[in-house]
């Protein structure tokens, strides 16, 4: 693709200390709408961040331009649809600093990622009796999937808690850490908290028992740098919809000796070997993990959005949250009977609160007519909302296109609520 | 556009905050647990039934404005009547609840104040739980949920 060389270029340039939100918001073309007659106040970021148009413009030149299935034929679309698809793999490499492309593989969302590893790697190490640790903030597709490889085996999952601030309580994780504890899974950032996990510290305890681990990077991804290597970590998800991609591509970095250890998990390996003279291809990482035709689209989408996130800069975007996450915090604790779920000493970005005699539910509704979009309910984690003892929360969520006008009027929906409710 | 007001009527704010036969209800003859997994809004609906007439009716749980206040008012309509005609307002109810907004409803008295969900799509399913939950406790199943 043309396209991309011109994206290269651009990432070169020094990222600005201070991020420029204007120009920011002009990138996202959805951010000028209205909703119910108001500007858009989009907070629900933590559940889909919006798309800057250079994603939408790359999505549309690759159908428009290169369609094409990849590592098939040898007509010029189709090596033009595996150059920029396996670019967006190179690109996702330097985004998380992999060693190598074979450790990427492209997944459906963080979802499919751990259920990959769940399925491949834990299930057939999985005797009675062991053990997958994880903590009392995951999101239910960080749970789930464990129970399930767990029930067919006899082993059981163990959680590390929690305390009132919604910090992980790191000594009670060492402690559960056994030499029956085949895999320790654990976010980076809590989707219903906030909270930013010390995951050098969990993977440094755990590996100095032997145990691998496994991140959850969904939520951290698209507000702080990860670099896997430095992490040292086994296995990490992400997601492409939260790294302002599109929906339906994630990714799944795995160490290569892992990866290669693993069996397949889609059952792409009986369809790849009908192939014959593609076969030492296919059977190479990371494509035994990638059967059938793949979300090309979706990889030449999230290639843009990284380019973008990393021509604005981590620095800049993590400054600008930093500051609005402080503006919200306030206004959201002069808010009479409003109280903060989530108030751990390293948090970004999440707001969750709770509202004397107000059901989340209604007070979503209230707001959503002012334009401010948030999100109500249990935020895929119920028992994060058992721990707190709330049936569920409200939660503004931020991006890097988010400002201060915006929290205000966040603040002035939620005075509206307590209005209604008085 | 629709009004807040339409959704959030007196009536409902009022249910709300004081809502009527919310205990347990001791030698109840029927009851059957309500879950709406999109918010997390859970109800227990109890009946006492004296041959086919509803003759105590209550309910416990926690939920948000809408589906407390319609359970309270729906509790509130069910005294007295038959199990044919708790059967007959569920129906009736629920053509309310989802008739679109441009079309007339029928006069529902109390009940009526809830039509305000139709503005509201989303928020049908808030009204429409303890209703479920009553048809689920008359079919004696123990469990209903939303989805």
New interface residues.
Partial sequence: MERSEQRSASVVEAPSAKLDVARIRADFPILARTV??KPLVYLDNAATSQKPRVVLDAIASYYTGINANVHRGVHELSGRATDAYEGARERIRRFFNARSVREIVYTRNATEGINLVAYSFVRPRLRTDDEVLITAMEHHSNIVPWQIVAEGTGAKVKVAPVDDRGELQLDAFERLLTPRTKIAAVTHMSNALGTITPVAEIVRMAHARGVPVLIDASQAAYHMRIDVQGLDCDFLVATGHKLYGPTGIGILYGKEARLDAMPPFMGGGDMISSVTFERSTWNELPYKFEAGTPHIAGAIGLHAALDYIETVGFEAIGAHERELLGYGTEIIESIEGVRLIGTARNKASILSFVMD??????IG??VD?EGVAIR???HCA?PV?ERFGV??TARASLAMYNTREELDALGRALRKVRE??A | MSDLSDLYQEVILDHNRRPRNFHALEGASHSAEGYNPLCGDRLTLYLKLNGDTIEEVSFEGAGCAISKASASMMTDALKGRSVGEASALFDRFHRMVTTPPSEPVEDLGKLSALAGVREFPVRVKCASLAWHTLRAALNRERRTSTE
């Fill in positions: 119910n007659g005699g107000v059901h989340p539910h209604d509704t209230i007519r109500t309910g249990h119920q909302m049936p569920a209604v409710f």
